[in-house]
């Protein structure tokens, strides 16, 4: 069974369990992954592009908590960060930091990479090895660092 058919059962029993927020959640997940196959004209996602989908939703429902928190709303920020809880246990497990920084040396010494020019190499690789398992963000913070020290 796909990512974006295990989503859709997940929604059929949410709403046969009465979970209103969750189904709420989900159907605005599926909307996501469907505006996507219209984007690539493609009705049968893989996989891993309905990871990247649920990862981007996970990260603006973050972003919102946040500005929600900033302007004093801490009940919707609370909210935001439910359903972004919820979409997380569709994204495999994170990795750690010891398990990230022994993936970066690995890909840094397979690329050669050494000055910041390299820094596409060493961030495509790592997107291939670490999609859906580390914030991209983040390790391009950290890509930089070692690259440029």
């Given at each position: 069974?796909?990512?974006?058919?295990?989503i859709q059962s997940d929604i059929k029993?949410?709403?046969?369990?009465?979970?209103?927020?969750?189904?709420?959640?989900?159907?605005?997940?599926?909307?996501?992954?469907?505006?996507?196959?219209?984007?690539?004209?493609?009705?049968?996602?893989?996989?891993?592009?309905?990871?990247?989908?649920?990862?981007?939703?996970?990260?603006?429902?973050?972003?919102?908590?946040?500005?929600?928190?900033?302007?004093?709303?801490?009940?919707?920020?609370?909210?935001?960060?439910?359903?972004?809880?919820?979409?997380?246990?569709?994204?495999?497990?994170?990795?750690?930091?010891?398990?990230?920084?022994?993936?970066?040396?690995?890909?840094?010494?397979?690329?050669?990479?050494?000055?910041?020019?390299?820094?596409?190499?060493?961030?495509?690789?790592?997107?291939?090895?670490?999609?859906?398992?580390?914030?991209?963000?983040?390790?391009?913070?950290?890509?930089?660092?070692?690259?440029?020290?």
């Amino acid at each position: 069974m796909s990512l974006k058919e295990t989503i859709q059962s997940d929604i059929k029993d949410a709403m046969r369990a009465g979970e209103k927020e969750r189904v709420s959640t989900l159907r605005m997940l599926v909307a996501a992954v469907q505006k996507r196959e219209i984007e690539e004209r493609n009705d049968a996602l893989d996989d891993a592009v309905v990871l990247s989908v649920i990862e981007k939703s996970v990260k603006q429902l973050k972003d919102s908590a946040k500005q929600y928190a900033d302007a004093g709303r801490q009940d919707r920020a609370d909210a935001e960060l439910a359903e972004a809880e919820l979409l997380q246990a569709y994204l495999p497990e994170q990795l750690s930091d010891a398990e990230l920084d022994t993936l970066l040396d690995e890909v840094m010494a397979a690329t050669g990479a050494d000055s910041m020019k390299d820094m596409g190499k060493v961030m495509a690789a790592m997107k291939d090895k670490a999609q859906g398992r580390a914030d991209m963000g983040a390790l391009s913070g950290k890509v930089k660092a070692r690259l440029a020290g």
